[in-house]
T-cell receptor, first 114, second 112 residues
Framework: EAGVTQFPSHSVIEKGQTVTLRCDPI?????LYWYRRVMGKEIKFLLH????????ESGMPNNRFLAERTGGTYSTLKVQPAELEDSGVYFC????????????FGQGTRLTVV | GDSVTQMEGPVTLSEEAFLTINCTYT??????LFWYVQYPGEGLQLLLK?????DKGSNKGFEATYRKETTSFHLEKGSVQVSDSAVYFC???????????FGKGTTLSVSS
């Protein structure tokens, strides 16, 4: 069974550009999470989908970040326009239905904004 | 708010040495606690967990005991191997029990 897959693995963009990260969760997992690790700091929660609905987006830094999960399958996280402080590793995770914080993680997308 | 504090790294050990990585948490109530590991080039993997006080999680020779008195969940291994070189993250469940709160991660490097 395929694990959580993230695309791209690396992205380097200029400040002001737009980037879209994609996450394919484990098939059948209702819960999908986005987390971010800025260099040397904690991995921080961004948001949580249950199927296609945003359950908790309290960790989203600002309105330059937009997450979607069309049809309750894959998810995208768009950053527009990107700023230098958005650089970091973005992790996607998924878990089966129910209250289930224990998640399966993808390899992450390393985003560098220059 | 809830938070997790783990010892700063990097931790450098020789093969077969004893490992301890300290982790303490601040939270309301008694959240589930986790250790995740990230091997080079890979995503995070759940290493072990404990869901209530005095529970001991164990996996691959690693152990951690949920201590509510000291709000700690220290990771230990009696004899590390080169293949244990990785970044280790301590985490607790948030108040709603729906997401994870992580520490900063501790890089472990084991040499032969």
């Amino acid at each position: 069974e395929a694990g959580v897959t993230q695309f791209p693995s690396h992205s380097v963009i200029e400040k002001g550009q737009t980037v879209t990260l994609r996450c394919d969760p484990i098939s059948g997992h209702d819960n999908l999470y986005w987390y971010r690790r800025v260099m040397g700091k904690e991995i921080k929660f961004l948001l949580h989908f249950v199927k296609e609905s945003k359950q908790d987006e309290s960790g989203m830094p600002n309105n330059r970040f937009l997450a979607e999960r069309t049809g309750g399958t894959y998810s995208t996280l768009k950053v527009q326009p990107a700023e230098l402080e958005d650089s970091g590793v973005y992790f996607c995770a998924s878990s089966p239905s129910g209250r289930n914080p224990e998640s399966f993680f993808g390899q992450g997308t390393r985003l560098t904004v220059v | 708010g809830d938070s997790v504090t783990q010892m700063e790294g990097p931790v450098t050990l020789s093969e077969e040495a004893f490992l301890t990585i300290n982790c303490t948490y601040t939270a309301t109530g008694y959240p589930s606690l986790f250790w995740y590991v990230q091997y080079p080039g890979e995503g995070l993997q759940l290493l072990l967990k404990a869901t209530k006080a005095d529970d001991k999680g164990s996996n691959k020779g690693f152990e951690a005991t949920y201590r509510k008195e000291t709000t700690s969940f220290h990771l230990e291994k009696g004899s590390v191997q080169v293949s244990d070189s990785a970044v280790y993250f301590c985490a607790c469940a948030n108040q709603a029990g729906t997401a994870l709160i992580f520490g900063k991660g501790t890089t472990l490097s084991v040499s032969s």
